[in-house]
């Protein structure tokens, strides 16, 4: 029963009681009918119908501003603009998927489970692959309590307010037909549909902003945007299909987790199956890559994954992904066009790219008139040239690229594409390096330092509004800027003569810059554009060395002891930081005098240790290292695993042996137990076993320690 407006007194005029108990009435009938519209597809009632149950909802919370709740279904307008997303830990690590490209795979991966459990335990669940940006959905007694991006797997970006926006994501789980648990954590992908994502580049193309490339980078950039109010008006959808982590409610297996995702108001993918044969897993690949086209979003292949949640568990996971799923993927789709042109690009690393301008050809939905030809071995190998008929092909989000030359009887072709001997940009001679070609030329090579500045100014990095590629372009050019520093001496003046430039949009660069003398260390090491370090690592970069000089300074071994940080990346960024150009382009930009944002130390609890470095060595008596180790940290201070010089006390037992010296090398403070103890009585009151007590002899290793936080 749906009554219209007419028939009721103006919100106004209500008592807050009353007006609580008809919101109480509105906000779950409106979200019912939000379900069947968007995650059921099966509306009871007109539009009009809905609208006028909403319009009274936001009448009623307009007149009575503390019964507005951030569950009610009003809130998905979008709420003020943040300054930057914060990072946040996922509930559980969120891995990815081992793909297979052909049965063969897929047969392996399922001898390998049936070996692993037996003929009985398989039952297979299939699911499209879904070709969008991976979502965390945490909820909190059935609330939307946050919402994170994938990110590196651990870390990834809060977009709560963001995701709010999005109607398929339920802000208050439904619990008539299944209980509703206390902590929920959900995957989801968020998604565009084709015919979305097709009028929204339309509206891009019209309002003269360049078009996305494909539906996934449209997601993503929705997904991150700092206004969700810009979100709101981009045309999202999020698929729910795995419980990541769920409190009280438990499933044997992963069927009955999407049917509760979908009793509590999630849009599930179509078309789940669960089956037991290789045969039907081949069918129902066979099938969907049949109708991919017709498909009204992108999908990529289809999931294969263990039922049963038991055996999971025993299955266990890689560093990256599950043993008991697979992704089957499908052939990348192909084109065939011909190439106008090959031209040289230097990328913001240097390295010359050759890039084929194609006749433009619609690949999958999507337009593609240029392409990668890689290096020049490839190109080399695929003796591909201008007026070649190729074979292109795009692979989700990887940029498309030239598979293959077609050949055609008798057609005279032109001549064999070359390298050129000097850098398009700069003019100096690039040097071989593998595969690559190289311009040598770093910040001093125009190509380069436009890239480096739109990098640097970039939304994950020092995000200056109104600095993008173009700009860049355009800075360099004019000589404005000659390296990174110079950002900071352009004035209003040198800016309202060019093309594109107003005062008010002069003004506005010019303290958007200004404004970024202040700015978040790890967002400073993104823009830098250090090899490997994007913005997980830079934020743990950020996190354990606490100054941008510490870091300068680290050895490599020190880099390793972040988390994140293996041997290849820590000899990258020390590479990139003992390079003299670039040493040289980061003195002169730290000359400007930044004020670095660090990042939150662990809550100061007063205790002297707070913001301490301390290393253990040895064995001690007074408690096992690890057990050390935890009161330390709980106090606030850093424990890591080697000794540099950042360490502020050596805390060694008896036997100590490598770390000891290198402490006393370097002139960093030891204690002896009996010294520690003298030291900390205070704060370690009766800590510790008496004297004597026996130690833990997994804690004894003292030649690597632990491996640090
Ligand atoms: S299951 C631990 N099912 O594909 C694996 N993933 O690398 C749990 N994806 O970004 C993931 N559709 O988010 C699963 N039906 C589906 C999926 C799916 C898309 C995404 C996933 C991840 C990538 C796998």
Redesign the pocket.
């Known amino acids: 029963m749906t009554r219209t407006d007419h028939d009721l007194p103006g919100p106004a005029d209500l008592t807050i009681a009353e007006a609580r108990k008809e919101i109480a009435r509105l906000r779950p009938e409106i979200d019912r009918h939000n379900r069947l519209y968007h995650a059921e597809s099966a509306p009871e009632i007109s539009d009009s119908a809905y609208d006028a149950l909403f319009q009274r909802l936001l009448a009623l919370e307009a007149a009575h501003p503390s019964l507005v709740a951030t569950d009610s279904p009003t809130q998905r307008v979008g709420a003020d603009p943040l300054d930057s997303l914060p990072n946040i830990e996922h509930a559980v690590p969120?891995?990815?998927?081992?793909?297979a490209h052909d049965i063969d795979a897929v047969r392996r991966f399922d001898e390998r489970l049936r070996k692993a459990i037996g003929d009985d335990g398989i039952r297979y669940v299939l699911?499209?692959?879904?070709?969008?940006?991976?979502?965390e959905l945490v909820y909190v007694d059935g609330v939307l309590e946050r919402a994170v991006t994938?990110g590196n797997g651990r870390v990834g970006e809060g977009v709560t307010e963001n995701v709010r926006t999005i109607a398929t994501v339920p802000l208050r789980l439904d619990d008539s037909e299944v209980a509703v648990p206390r902590f929920l954590s959900v995957?989801?992908?968020a998604l565009m549909y084709l015919a979305d994502f097709e009028s929204l580049n339309q509206r891009r193309i019209e309002a003269g902003e360049p078009p996305y490339q494909n539906p996934r980078n449209a997601t993503s950039g929705a997904l991150r945007q700092l206004d969700s109010r810009v979100t709101a008006q981009r045309p999202l959808t999020v698929?729910a299909?795995?419980v990541l982590a769920v409190d009280g409610v438990s499933f044997e297996t992963d069927s009955e987790g999407l049917r509760a995702l979908s009793a509590w108001g999630f849009r599930t993918?179509e078309r789940v199956e669960v089956v037991d044969s290789l045969a039907e897993i081949a069918a129902y690949h066979g099938r969907f890559e049949a109708d991919r086209d017709a498909l009204e979003y992108e999908?990529?292949g289809?999931?294969v994954?263990l039922d049963s949640l038991a055996p999971r568990a025993a299955l266990g996971?890689t560093a990256h992904?599950?043993r008991w799923?697979i992704?089957y993927k499908f052939e990348p789709r192909k084109e065939i066009t011909r190439i106008d042109r090959i031209f040289v690009s230097v990328g913001r690393t240097g390295v010359l790219t050759p890039v084929a301008l194609l006749r433009p050809v619609e690949v999958g939905g999507v337009t593609v008139s240029r392409a990668s030809l890689h290096n020049r071995e490839e190109l080399e190998r695929k003796d591909v040239r201008e007026g070649d008929l190729v074979r292109i092909q795009r692979a989700g989000d990887v940029i498309p690229q030239v598979v293959e030359r077609v050949h055609e009887e008798g057609r005279e072709r032109g001549a064999r594409f070359v390298m050129p001997d000097a850098c398009p940009s700069c003019g100096i001679a690039p040097v071989e390096k593998g595969p690559f070609t190289v311009c040598p030329n770093h910040f001093a090579c125009p190509a380069q330092l436009k890239g480096r500045i739109a990098h640097f100014a970039g939304r994950s990095a020092l995000d200056i509004e109104g600095l993008g590629g173009e700009t860049a372009a355009l800075l360099v050019d004019q000589g404005l800027v000659r390296e990174l520093a110079d950002l900071f001496d352009v004035r209003e003046d040198d800016l309202v003569p060019l093309e594109g430039f107003a005062e008010l949009s002069a003004r506005n660069l010019v303290r958007a810059i200004e404004a970024r003398g202040r700015v978040e260390l790890a967002r400073f090491l993104v823009g830098l554009g250090i090899p490997e370090v994007g913005f997980a690592v830079a934020g743990d970069l950020a996190a354990h060395f606490h100054g941008i000089d510490a870091f300068r300074e680290a050895s490599p071994e020190e880099l390793e002891e972040v988390h994140g940080v293996g041997p290849k990346m820590s000899l990258a960024i020390r590479g990139f930081l003992d390079d003299e150009r670039v040493a040289a382009a980061l003195d002169n930009l730290l000359a400007r005098g930044f004020d670095f944002i660090l990042p939150e130390e662990p809550e100061d609890s007063g205790a002297r240790w707070a913001g301490q470095t301390f290393v253990l060595t040895g064995t001690l008596e007074m408690s096992s290292r690890g057990a050390l180790k935890k009161l330390l940290q709980d106090s606030g201070a850093r424990v890591t695993g080697s000794v540099s010089k950042r360490t502020d006390f050596l805390v060694a037992g008896a036997n100590a042996g490598s770390k000891l010296a290198k402490a006393q090398a370097l002139g960093v403070e030891v204690l002896d137990e009996a010294r520690f103890r003298e030291r900390f009585a205070a704060e370690l009151g009766d800590f510790g076993a008496p004297p004597g007590a026996s130690v833990d002899r997994s804690d004894l290793d003292m030649s690597n320690g632990d491996p640090g936080q």
Do not use: N, T
């Open positions: 969120m891995l990815s998927l081992d793909s699911e499209p692959k879904l070709d969008g940006a991976s979502v994938r995957r989801g992908e698929l299909f795995d993918p999908i990529d289809v999931v994954k996971s992904h599950p799923a992704a």
